[in-house]
Structure formats: structure tokens, C-alpha cells
């Protein structure tokens, strides 16, 4: 009798843990990202890699992530379509590079004249701004969430002065995104080209000047190698914001939790980054000053009227281009009026005055 008990107990255990198993196999669930920066690579690239690792320490490693660098699975720009067709599951990157399927994605990554880092995190919160990227991406099939952002941007790097909008003409510039197309009104000739590609591009003479982030960023890029004048204040990404574009579906059979669980995670890095990067920017700037010999420019007014013109254009190119693209434009430029309106008697008059005062 003991020895049946003892079978009996020790079956319903085995058929407990066979029917546990597949229970708890069932619960993990694979993850793979694929991101439109390189592995390592200071400021964007390690940021991509430390969203990815932050939603599997989150779930205790429950949402298994597998990360793939730009070029270790597609290249940079395929990024979009892998998770679009369900290959991958999520991208990293920014959604100005997707311009060519649909002209709306661009400003929920940077618009010329547009708004500056703290101004676009409001319109996402607060105006609207996260509804429409759920839009826009409803109708590619992807579900995006802002985790990044790199802030204001230089001008870039050339190898001649801009000493007028006439010294545009003809330049060959890696520059993507509406600030291309922004180059292009003034004469100049807009190259599409990932991070990874730019100062090969530049040292060979293919191109004759780019941009690429701000001095942490070009600074490991080692750009102070390719070209000699690097010029700001940047037109053409006030703030670059990075997105977390994840297929529809993956999206929708996640549960409540571990939706608001990644979605936390890409808050922290929306937070983290920026703040990072300003940080850097400023002792990589004095680096490539006093121990390269980087030279500043400042684009004069001349220079920056004929960019706020060719702007205005581009903008409403976009905003013709369909009624999607129009709801977009209209709710970024409302943003920009109503936030910008505080911000041109907040921090730009008191950052003015304060470093004035400092000698900064």
C-alpha cells in the first residue's frame, strides 16, 4: 500500500512538472531588435544596446532580447523593413530615415526650424505627438515608442568656409532626413549615407561635407580627421529623437504588463540619453578644440535666412504631400508655436544672460 502511494504521489509529480514545462517555455518570449547603429559606438550605438539589455533585466531575462548592430543581420537602413515584415521584431532608430515611405515620419525624428528636445517631448506627452507616430505606424504595420534623443545638433563639418548661402552650391553633403531636402533648396547635394559609411565618404572626397550628431559622437567618428571647419548652430535637427518601432503584431500579443514594462524601459532611455549627451558634448567640444585644432565657424544671418526659407519650403512640401502628412505637420507647428512661445522667455533668455554673466 505504502509502495502504490509512493507510485502514486511520485506520477502526479512527473505529470506535473511535463505539464509545467511547456507552461513556463510558453512564457519566455524572444525578442530580436535589430538597430540602425553600430555595436559600441559612443553615445547612439551603446544607448540602442543599453534599451535592449534594460528590457531583459526588467523581466528578469523572461523577454529574451537578442540585438543585432547595424550591418550584424541587415544593413542600417533595412531596419525598417525587417520588423515591418515581421523578421525582426523591433528597430532602433531614427524615423526621419523612413522619409521615403511616407514624408510624416520625419518629424517624429527632427524638422528644420523645429522643436528642440524638451519642446518635442512635450508634444509627445502632452500635444498629441504620440498619437499620431501610433498613426503613421498603423499603416506600416509598427508600433513606435520614443526612447532617445541626442538633442540639438551641429551644423557639420566642411572642408571650406560657408561664408555665404552661394558657397552651398554644388556641395556634396551627407545629410538626411528634411534637412536634406532643406540642402537641396539651396543648391547643395544631399547624400543618404549610415554612420558607419560617413568618414570613408569624407576622407576619399565623395562627399564634401556632413553632419552627424555633436562632438561626442563626430569625436569618435573622427571626423576632425576628414575635415577642418565644424559650423553650428545645426538647422536642421534641433532634436533628434530615437524611436523603438516594434511589428505591429509582436506588439499587440504582448500583455498589459510587459507592454508598460518596455515602454518604461524606452522612458529611462528618453530621460537618460539626452542627458548624457549634452553632458559629453561639452568635454568633447573642448577636446576637439584644444587638443585637435578644430576650428569653429558660426553660420551667419545670411547663411541661416536662406536655410529658415528653403525650410519653410520643405515644410509645406510636406504638409501637401497627403492628409495624414498634414495632420502631422500641423500638431508639430502648433507645438512649436505654443511650447516655443515659453521657451523664448525660459531657458534661451536665461541661458543667454547666464553665460554672459560667466563668460562661457
Not at 518570449?29 to 559606438?41: A, E, L
Not at 553632419?211 to 569625436?219: L, Q, S, Y
Not at 580627421?225 to 538647422?235: F, L, S
Not at 505591429?248 to 522612458?267: G, H, P, Q, R, Y
Amino acid at each position: 500500500m505504502e509502495r502504490r502511494k509512493f507510485l502514486k504521489v511520485a506520477t502526479g509529480g512527473a505529470a506535473a512538472s511535463a505539464l509545467a514545462a511547456p507552461a513556463i517555455a510558453q512564457d519566455r518570449i524572444d525578442m530580436v531588435i535589430v538597430s540602425t547603429w553600430g555595436r559600441d559606438f559612443p553615445g547612439l550605438g551603446t544607448s540602442a544596446q543599453r534599451v535592449a539589455a534594460r528590457i531583459e533585466e526588467l523581466t528578469a531575462g523572461r523577454i529574451a532580447v537578442q540585438y543585432f548592430a547595424a550591418g550584424e543581420r541587415v544593413g542600417a537602413f533595412d531596419s525598417f523593413d525587417e520588423v515591418a515584415s515581421g523578421n525582426a521584431d523591433a528597430y532602433i532608430g531614427t524615423d526621419y530615415y523612413w522619409k521615403g515611405k511616407h514624408p510624416g515620419w520625419a518629424p517624429f525624428t527632427a524638422v528644420p526650424f523645429g522643436l528642440t528636445y524638451t519642446e518635442i517631448d512635450a508634444w509627445m506627452k502632452f500635444g498629441g505627438g504620440q498619437a499620431l507616430l501610433d498613426k503613421i505606424g498603423a499603416e506600416f504595420g509598427i508600433k513606435g515608442i520614443p526612447c532617445g534623443n541626442t538633442g540639438l545638433q551641429m551644423g557639420g563639418w566642411f572642408n571650406k568656409e560657408i561664408n555665404s548661402p552661394e558657397d552651398l552650391k554644388g556641395l556634396k553633403m551627407r545629410i538626411p532626413g528634411l534637412g536634406g531636402d532643406v540642402m537641396s533648396k539651396v543648391g547643395a547635394s544631399p547624400v543618404s549615407l549610415p554612420g558607419g559609411q560617413i568618414y570613408e565618404n569624407l576622407v576619399s572626397g565623395a562627399i564634401d561635407a556632413t553632419e552627424w550628431v555633436g562632438p561626442w559622437n563626430d569625436f569618435f567618428l573622427k571626423l576632425y580627421e576628414a575635415a577642418q571647419y565644424y559650423y553650428w548652430p545645426g538647422m536642421h535637427e534641433p532634436a533628434s529623437q530615437v524611436s523603438l518601432g516594434m511589428n505591429a503584431n509582436f506588439w499587440s500579443n504582448l500583455s498589459e504588463s510587459d507592454k508598460l514594462i518596455i515602454t518604461v524601459a524606452c522612458a529611462e532611455e528618453n530621460a537618460r540619453q539626452p542627458a548624457e549627451t549634452n553632458y559629453q558634448n561639452g568635454i568633447y567640444l573642448n577636446r576637439l578644440i584644444n587638443e585637435y585644432g578644430v576650428e569653429l565657424r558660426e553660420f551667419n544671418d545670411d547663411v541661416y535666412e536662406a536655410f529658415g526659407e528653403a525650410a519653410t519650403e520643405v515644410i509645406e512640401e510636406t504638409r501637401d504631400h497627403s492628409a495624414l502628412a498634414k495632420e502631422i505637420i500641423d500638431s508639430f507647428l502648433a507645438a512649436r508655436n505654443n511650447v516655443g512661445v515659453w521657451t523664448n522667455y525660459s531657458d534661451a533668455p536665461y541661458v543667454a544672460k547666464r553665460n554672459r554673466f560667466l563668460g562661457i
